[in-house]
């Protein structure tokens, strides 16, 4: 009797075991029951054709953001003031289960009739869609002044104080007789000219207000960007944005042996 419940028991042990080496099933957790179709998009303007926007995603259990064109919103509903008239398309960027989606709405905005934040005006002028151009402070040639400067990484708050005056010592830029020119005629448009009778190139540019930062796009730009002072992907924080005045910086030239930043000022042509 004691024999077959040792044996008894040892069978239940066993049976345990190879219950616990069962195989675990694939299963997708992260598995969605909706599809993009699902996903609601709205867009409210407070005025007929204006420019104040509500944009929201309106459906439960989808997380992502809202791309503005001229900046991001990690919500599901944002409210702004968008700059530029035309028919525009907002883009949502969002999960399904483990699946990455992008949706878009379009908005038609025919009239400005919230006025933009103090620092549009001061970058691309009154005149929004005739725009405003920029030049350097100083030179074309070395001329003393502090217009395109080495300074130290990652300080903002130093980057008024040259760590060594390139443009006014020695080394202005290739293209510090150049100019740039930003407007919002039917786009955040951005014009660089290397020279006073180069040809255009045009792009597109981002400002964030909210970061105090300046992106130009689509491989484009500032003026002296040349290697390696400018940021590859041309994207810089603003120091100062006035209506007479634009000084920008690159914290950090990403270069392991020799980290140091570099500051940009310009006036207005």
């Known amino acids: 009797m004691k024999k077959n419940r040792i044996i008894s028991l040892l069978g239940s042990a066993l049976l345990l075991i190879l219950g616990a080496c069962q195989p675990i099933e694939d299963r997708d957790?992260?598995?969605s029951t909706l599809s993009m179709d699902d996903v609601k998009l709205t867009a409210t303007q407070a005025t007929?054709?204006?420019?104040?926007?509500?944009?929201?995603?309106?459906?439960?259990?989808?997380?992502?953001?809202?791309?503005?064109?001229?900046g991001k919103a990690l919500t599901n509903k944002h409210e702004f003031i968008y700059p530029?008239?035309?028919?525009?398309?907002?883009s949502?960027?969002?999960t399904l289960g483990s699946e990455f989606f992008t949706k878009t709405i379009e908005v038609q905005i025919d009239q400005l009739d919230h006025e933009l934040p103090q620092d549009w005006y001061d970058l691309v002028g009154e005149d929004t869609s005739a725009g405003k151009t920029w030049v350097f402070d100083g030179g074309p040639e070395a001329d003393g002044g502090q217009w395109w400067y080495m300074?130290?990484?990652d300080d903002p708050a130093g980057a008024g104080?040259?760590?060594?005056?390139?443009?006014?010592?020695?080394?202005p830029p290739v293209d510090a007789a150049g100019k740039m020119t930003f407007d919002l005629n039917g786009g955040a448009n951005y014009t660089y000219y290397s020279g006073p009778?180069?040809?255009?190139?045009?792009?597109s540019f981002v400002l964030d207000v909210g970061k105090q930062t300046l992106q130009i796009?689509?491989?484009g730009n500032i003026l002296g960007a040349e290697e390696p002072r400018g940021n590859p992907n041309g994207s810089y924080s603003i120091i100062s944005l006035t209506e007479d005045e634009l000084i920008l910086y690159r914290p950090n030239n990403g270069i392991p042996d020799d980290p140091h930043g570099w500051v940009w000022v310009f006036k207005p042509e």
């Open 29 to 31: 957790v992260l598995e």
């Open 48 to 70: 007929e054709g204006g420019n104040l926007i509500e944009l929201s995603m309106d459906t439960p259990g989808v997380t992502g953001y809202w791309d503005f064109n001229v």
């Open 84 to 90: 530029i008239p035309g028919a525009i398309t907002f």
């Open 92 to 94: 949502y960027v969002g």
């Open 151 to 153: 300074a130290a990484p």
């Open 161 to 171: 104080t040259p760590w060594w005056n390139a443009a006014g010592e020695c080394c």
């Open 197 to 203: 009778d180069a040809a255009p190139q045009v792009t």
């Open 217 to 219: 796009n689509d491989g």
